[in-house]
Each structure stands twice: as structure tokens, then as C-alpha cells.
């Protein structure tokens, strides 16, 4: 494996880091690998290192080439900067596919909190739309209280072209509303979009994969580290599963 380091724009401190794993040789028959795109949270004022690098790690461990967008904040996240520093980062993967063995028909997203919402903008707005959206505790339809930038609600966008999309969050969130993700899926339910959903018991804002190296699992319910190996399976479900070493076509939902 390799990695890479890219600065997309240096006046907003915009970069996208890349884990590159090989194909052929040992992986026989495979020419090239999903990728997903890593949104951290983080209130649109800093990217959460929790909810980087660990949640990149089980998706690497599963075959898929993972890229952590960190994007523009702060003054610089006035919308639609954000936006735009997903789809460069969306353009610059398609450009080094070939280099970095990228299959360009399947790239995700998975997006935490306000980077949940630059994901879901992502999948209802963006020039790229990914071929697959997981939304972690989303910021929706209370980023008009919650954020003064401009910032769009992105249950307002979905269409018929929206992706499909997976959606974690807890009930008892105390820094963004339940609310946001119901009224989401209820929005891809109008439009008849395909989603999985999975509103936790109890387990407080931002805790990422919710493993004990991360964070206190004490006011997580037991069951919420299970989304990870869910939207694992969810996104063989939906853009294919590794069969005998090539990437197949399988689609069931």
C-alpha cells in the first residue's frame, strides 16, 4: 500500500489524502478497486481526526481504495466552497484512476455530522454524484440554525438522481436532532431512492465507529459499532462485491 498527499487548494488549506492499495500479482485478476471518500466532521470549523483516518481503516481492510477530503473551513467554508472541494477531489481521483487503480463507476462517499451534510449535498447536488452515499449523524435540516454559511438543507435536493444512500445516527443525539436524518430518509422515500437506516438507542453525537481505542463506549449501546460491518455489506449490496478477485456486478436492492 501506498499513500499520497495532495493539495487541492492551497489558499483554503483544501488536500485529499490517499491509502492505494495494489492489484494484480498477488490480487490475481484484479485490475482496479472501489474507493470511497472520506467527509470528517466537525462543525464545518475543523476535520475531526476521529472520524478519519479509523473510519478509513475498516473500508481499506475490505479491498476498497480510501481518500480523506479534508475541506475547506471556517471563513472559507462560505457555501458552496465545500461542494466544490468535494467534486476537485471527485475530478482529481478520476484523473489518476488508471495510477491509482480506481474503478471511476463505483466511488462512494461517507460523510460524519457537517460532514455528513457535505456527504448528503454530495449525493443530491454535487456535479459527481457518488455512486453510493453513507451519511454518519447528518447535519440536514437544522444546518439553517446551526450553520450561518449559507449551507443549503440537502433533504430539499433529493431527486430521482439522488444515490442511494445508508444512514446511521442515535435517538437521543444531543448536538443534531434525530429529526435531521428522518426527515432525509423521508425525502428519499418520496422519491423512491434506495436506503438502509439504523437510529441507535443511545449513543451520544460523533462517535465515529465507536470502537474503545476512539472513544468511551459507556454511553454507546452495544449495538452501535455494528454499522460499520453493515455498510459494508450494504455497499457490496449496492455497487458489488470482490468475486474471485474482480469486482463484480452483483446488485440486489
Not at 202 to 222: E, K, L
Not at 236 to 251: A, H, N, S
Request: glycine share 8%.
Amino acid at each position: 500500500m501506498k499513500t499520497v498527499r495532495i493539495t487541492l487548494n492551497e489558499e483554503r488549506n483544501c488536500t485529499l489524502e490517499g491509502y492505494i492499495q495494489p492489484v494484480g500479482g498477488e490480487y490475481w485478476g484484479m485490475t482496479k478497486r472501489p474507493a470511497l471518500i472520506v467527509l470528517p466532521g466537525g462543525g464545518y470549523q475543523f476535520c475531526s481526526d476521529r472520524e478519519a483516518d479509523p473510519v478509513a481503516f475498516p473500508y481499506l481492510a475490505v479491498g476498497y481504495q480510501v481518500f480523506i477530503l479534508r475541506y475547506s473551513l471556517n471563513d472559507d467554508a462560505i457555501w458552496d466552497n465545500p461542494l466544490k472541494d468535494y467534486d476537485q477531489a471527485f475530478d482529481y481521483i478520476k484523473e489518476h484512476a488508471e495510477e491509482w487503480f480506481v474503478d471511476v463507476e463505483r466511488i462512494a462517499v461517507i460523510g460524519f455530522s457537517a460532514g455528513g451534510h457535505l456527504a448528503a449535498c454530495a449525493a443530491t447536488a454535487a456535479r459527481n454524484i457518488p455512486r453510493a452515499a453513507i451519511l454518519g449523524y447528518p447535519v440536514i435540516s437544522s444546518v439553517s440554525t446551526w450553520n450561518k454559511r449559507n449551507a443549503p438543507d440537502p433533504a430539499e435536493f433529493v431527486s430521482e438522481k439522488t444515490c442511494p444512500c445508508f444512514v446511521f445516527a442515535s435517538r437521543n443525539d444531543g448536538t443534531v436532532p434525530i429529526q435531521d436524518s428522518l426527515n432525509f430518509l423521508n425525502a428519499l422515500n418520496k422519491f423512491g431512492i434506495g436506503f438502509e437506516a439504523h437510529i441507535y438507542s443511545g449513543a451520544n453525537h460523533g462517535f465515529s465507529t465507536c470502537v474503545p481505542a476512539i472513544n468511551n463506549r459507556d454511553w454507546c449501546c452495544n449495538r452501535t459499532p455494528n454499522w460499520v460491518a453493515d455498510s459494508i455489506e450494504w455497499l457490496r449490496e449496492t455497487v458489488g462485491d470482490f468475486t474471485d478477485g474482480v469486482l463484480g456486478d452483483k446488485k440486489r436492492w
